[in-house]
């Protein structure tokens, strides 16, 4: 994470990272790491799926895309960010 910090210096993480934060943050690596692994993250707002997630992606050394969703995305929305981040 320190390292992250020092890369990212406007989207600075400051995560308290507890044994079960580290074993997610390992797994999310592992899934990411396989030949055309994904994953899709369920969980209730501020469960810390995104930090865990972005924390993971750079540990991996890959560039993160989010996708910001809202009542009027659609499928033609998707397709335009799946556009700008094939790009």
Do not use: P
């Not at 396989?34 to 799926?49: E, T």
Request: proline fraction near 0%.
């Amino acid at each position: 994470m320190k390292d992250y910090n020092e890369k990212s210096k406007k989207n600075q993480m400051d995560i308290v990272l507890f044994e079960d934060a580290i074993y997610y943050v390992c797994k999310i690596h592992r899934v990411i790491k396989l030949a055309k692994g994904h994953g899709l993250l369920v969980g209730d707002g501020g469960s810390g799926r995104h930090c865990l997630t972005k924390l993971a992606a750079f540990i991996a050394d890959y560039n993160l895309f989010i996708i910001e969703l809202h009542k009027a995305y659609k499928l033609r929305e998707f397709r335009e960010d799946i556009k700008r981040w094939a790009m």
